[in-house]
């Protein structure tokens, strides 16, 4: 499995952005398809964006389109999600999250594909 260490959540007003890094270590990054989930208090985690090996492959979930943006830069062995317009129903625990399906089958989005975690990081958009 990789490891995959989260960073740059934090605090915001509403309207506001923030930017997220996932940094891999230990297998090779390109190896895998990357994704972010969120999870909320008292909700299930769902998925955020996910993004292909090479980077040319994105899905974002329907509700965000628009709003976030999931990158990566496997020299760097880091994924990043950009996070617009913040809105305090986006107050969630992200996680990053690996795995090595194949993009083509379209089960990117199913939480139970991936199978490295990293520990979360909070953010939290004030009103």
């Known amino acids: 499995q990789v490891q995959l260490v989260e960073s740059g959540g934090g605090l915001v007003q509403a309207g506001g952005s923030l930017r997220l890094s996932c940094a891999a270590s230990?297998?090779?990054?390109?190896?895998?398809?990357m994704a972010w989930f969120r999870q909320a208090p008292g909700k299930e985690r769902e998925v955020v964006a996910a993004?292909?090996?090479?980077?040319?492959?994105?899905y974002y979930a329907d509700s965000l389109k628009g709003r976030f943006t999931i990158s990566r830069d496997n020299a760097k062995n880091t994924v990043y999600l950009q996070m617009n317009s913040l809105k305090p129903e986006d107050t969630a625990v992200y996680y990053c999250?690996?795995?090595?399906?194949?993009?083509?089958?379209?089960?990117?989005?199913?939480?139970?594909?991936?199978?490295?975690w990293g520990q979360g990081t909070q953010v939290t958009v004030s009103s």
């Open positions: 230990g297998r090779t990054f390109s190896d895998y398809v």
């Open positions: 999250a690996a795995s090595r399906l194949f993009w083509y089958r379209g089960n990117y989005a199913q939480r139970q594909q991936y199978d490295s």
């Open positions: 993004i292909g090996r090479s980077g040319v492959n994105t």
